[in-house]
T-cell receptor, first 111, second 112 residues
Framework: DSGVTQTPKHLITATGQRVTLRCSPR?????VYWYQQSLDQGLQFLIQ???????AKGNILERFSAQQFPDLHSELNLSSLELGDSALYFC??????????FGPGTRLTVL | GQQVMQIPQYQHVQEGEDFTTYCNSS?????IQWYKQRPGGHPVFLIQ?????EVKKQKRLTFQFGEAKKNSSLHITATQTTDVGTYFC????????????FGQGTTLQVKP
């Protein structure tokens, strides 16, 4: 158990819909990272927040957005969903820029 | 943008054989991290290398960071069935953020 929690575990939705994925970092960790893992793309970095502020951005689509709240939990919003958005979405946290602790992931299926 | 390439993509070995995965970055890295993901699981941190030419060992696992800080390797001696999983290297190009660029991973299968 990494101490990072993610909800929900599984999500099945239809194209065009919008979903929100939630992540609670390890106690004391200020940084939260979001990754997308699909079979053919490996682990793709989406975005990082540090203590409520956006710190780094990866290949995150404009249809996706994220935020980190004052209690440090984070949400990833995915809108206008397409079939290709089906993937595992991981959240990770770290104290600084060192080792990252990954949550169990949310498996998103877009039908 | 920064890219991290990892080879091979898959490796099947007999239990007891050695295994090596290689990682190459298109740019000089601040540090490199290695993670292991078991089937159905999430990535778990193994180690971080920071210094040029650094070599670190964890039991049967040996990690190296190249002199130019652009490549790295993970070598497992005498593989066991518990070593099964996907091994990812992840490069950090900037010491100011924790942004990691992951390699595609090497999936290791071990035949008992």
């Amino acid at each position: 158990d990494s101490g990072v929690t993610q909800t929900p575990k599984h999500l099945i939705t239809a194209t065009g819909q919008r979903v929100t994925l939630r992540c609670s970092p390890r106690s004391g960790d200020l940084s939260v990272y979001w990754y997308q893992q699909s079979l053919d793309q490996g682990l793709q970095f989406l975005i990082q927040y540090y203590n409520g502020e956006e710190r780094a951005k990866g290949n995150i689509l404009e249809r996706f957005s994220a935020q980190q709240f004052p209690d440090l939990h984070s949400e990833l919003n995915l809108s206008s969903l397409e079939l290709g958005d089906s993937a595992l979405y991981f959240c990770a946290s770290s104290l600084g820029g060192s080792e990252q602790f990954f949550g169990p992931g949310t498996r998103l299926t877009v039908l | 943008g920064q890219q991290v390439m990892q080879i091979p993509q898959y490796q099947h070995v007999q239990e007891g054989e050695d295994f090596t995965t290689y990682c190459n970055s298109s740019t000089t890295l601040s540090n490199i991290q290695w993670y292991k993901q078991r089937p159905g699981g999430h990535p778990v941190f193994l180690i971080q290398l920071v210094k040029s030419g650094e070599v670190k060992k964890q039991k049967r696992l040996t990690f190296q960071f190249g002199e130019a800080k652009k490549n790295s390797s993970l070598h497992i001696t005498a593989t066991q069935t518990t070593d099964v999983g996907t091994y990812f290297c992840a490069g950090n190009g900037s010491s100011n953020t924790g942004k990691l660029i992951f390699g595609q991973g090497t999936t290791l299968q071990v035949k008992p």
